[in-house]
């Protein structure tokens, strides 16, 4: 099969206004205000990690809010930032924060071939803070997505801009290519394992 020179030009301009809508939602999102955010104490495997650590060298972090190991579209985002760290921690520090705890993570993250760092939200209060936990029926369950901040000279903390994950979004290539398939996504979900 070969797409018509109608099809094509029409596919081209559906993807520059996709192009266009991209860029000025993150302009959008990039346009508020940032956000101060107090200097946390997360779980690291050797005890406590002041977020401000968290930076390293750098003035910029990713941090990546992951529900956890029992999540596995949340394994699935992260499965591919694994194969992204080297690039994302060219550009910026970059970390994934779950409830899990230190020993959960080390498990799970040796299990999968992770080697990213990752740090727990434990009871800090940091994943509520950003907007990740969601609550219903008096439970509530970390939500997936991620949040840039920025160090300052003074070494105050602000959170620049945040997106969440969901199924079909921007940050899984996955949800692109499954629906060209000759039966589309066919109610496809991730699993851990698919032996």
């Known amino acids: 099969m070969a797409y018509s020179d109608e099809t094509k030009a029409r596919m081209q301009e559906l993807n520059e206004r996709v192009r266009v809508a991209r860029g000025e939602l993150i302009a959008l999102m990039r346009a508020q205000a940032p956000e101060p955010v107090e200097d946390f104490t997360l779980q690291g495997p050797d005890g406590d990690v002041p977020l401000s650590s968290l930076f390293g060298d750098k003035d910029e972090l990713i941090v990546i809010h992951n529900m956890g190991s029992a999540c596995p579209y949340c394994t699935l985002w992260a499965d591919g930032f694994n194969g992204l760290q080297a690039h994302f921690e060219n550009r910026a520090a970059f970390v994934v924060v779950s409830p899990d705890t230190p020993e959960q993570q080390k498990i799970f993250a040796e299990g999968r071939g992770w080697t990213m760092r990752m740090v727990s939200n434990g ?73």
């Not at 969601?134 to 439970?139: A, C, F, L, S, T």
């Not at 970390?142 to 801009?161: E, K, L, Q």
């Not at 997106?163 to 949800?175: I, L, Q």
């Open 123 to 195: 009871d800090s209060g940091f994943t509520a803070a950003m907007g990740f936990v969601h609550e219903d029926d008096g439970q509530s369950w970390n939500m997936p997505g991620y949040s840039t901040f920025r160090r300052d000279a003074d070494g105050s903390i602000t959170r620049v801009a945040y997106d969440v994950f969901g199924p079909g979004d921007a940050y899984n290539p996955v949800w692109h290519m499954f629906p060209l398939l000759p039966e589309g996504v066919n109610a496809w979900e991730p699993q851990f394992d698919y032996a």
